[in-house]
């Protein structure tokens, strides 16, 4: 638990607002950006105590690494290895909502808490504009998990950053919605490559450049990359997957043709119901205490990132 009340900056995403972020990053303190995923919770990557607050201002357990995030494909070369196979996907993908887990350069400069102690780091290009902007003026790598309590769930608001975070962190940078709503897929490299977390890039794309089916990750396997705890982007109240309709104590989250409290996407379009899952599940939340019931989703394409969430979000909590 944080022990201080900070003031945290609510900042606009203009010059000013892009110079005073990358200022706070370079001096070690936590600032939260948009990607076009979800919101991240920024710190410098190569220093240990900035690194640490963000696992005290989240309540994030130590043993889960974080995803660092950089400007270009080229940066990558100062913190890890990126060759064969990742190399190509790096040049397919990014920017966007890939994250590769890849072999730490030997004696770089990332700080140990980003890994976790493995010998791997996960890295990622993000798209957003802003995002963009801000890694390439703050001139550091930034150490980015979601920008939220730990377990509870994403933000894909600015808004929802200062509810979950406000007081803890210095500041976050207000871009908007973001427009693929849910994290990045991360991708295990060796010895092979292999599904660690679906997410916001299509198990399918990832297919269709290997040219064949994709390993994916044993949910018993150690954690190995973020996303991997069993309840994870939890809201306060029970969830209950694949309901045909409510009980009479639940409020329904509705995908497709159905009465619902809120409908992820009445046309059961997966990117839209992508783009408000996290933003409904955070208006269910704050509605009410009585359990959500959901509608069946798809399991393909974006379905299986959003299916990965709302199984981790019904999972038994201790």
């Not at 509608?295 to 979000?313: M, Y």
Request: glycine residues 10%.
């Amino acid at each position: 638990m944080v022990e201080r009340e900070l003031k945290t900056e609510h900042l606009k995403a203009d010059a000013d607002g892009i110079a005073r972020a990358a200022q706070l990053l370079r001096d070690g303190v936590l600032v939260s950006f948009p990607t076009e995923t979800v919101y991240g919770l920024g710190a410098d990557a190569t220093n240990d105590t900035a690194v640490a607050r963000i696992f005290e201002a989240k309540g994030r357990p130590h043993f889960n690494p974080l995803i660092v995030h950089l400007p270009s494909l080229d940066a990558v070369a100062h913190y890890a290895d990126l060759t064969g196979v990742a190399r190509d996907l790096a040049h397919a993908f990014w920017p966007g909502p890939l994250t590769l887990v890849l072999p730490l350069k030997s004696n770089g400069p990332l700080s140990a808490l980003v890994s976790a102690g493995l010998p791997t780091v996960a890295i990622r290009v993000p798209a957003h504009p802003l995002a963009q902007a801000l890694l390439t003026q703050a001139g550091v790598p930034v150490a980015a998990p979601s920008a939220n309590p730990s377990g509870r769930i994403s933000p894909s608001t600015a808004q929802h950053v200062l509810d979950g975070l406000s007081g803890r962190i210095e500041a976050v940078l207000d871009g908007g919605p973001c427009d693929v709503g849910v994290e990045s897929t991360i991708l295990g490299i060796e010895p092979s490559p292999v599904l660690l977390r679906p997410g916001g890039l299509p198990v399918e794309a990832l297919e269709a450049a290997l040219g064949g089916p994709l390993a994916i990750r044993d949910d018993g396997a150690a954690i190995s990359a973020p996303g991997q705890l069993t309840s994870h982007y939890a809201p306060a109240a029970r969830v209950r997957l694949n309901a045909e309709a409510a009980r009479p104590d639940e409020r329904l989250l509705g995908f497709g043709d159905v009465d619902a409290d809120l409908n992820l996407s009445p046309s059961g379009d997966l990117v839209e119901a992508a783009a408000n899952l996290f933003g409904y599940l955070h208006r269910l939340d704050a509605d009410g205490e009585a359990p959500i019931a959901v509608s069946p989703v798809p399991d393909h394409g974006l379905g299986r990132a959003i299916n990965d969430r709302l199984q981790r979000a019904a999972a038994p909590r201790d």
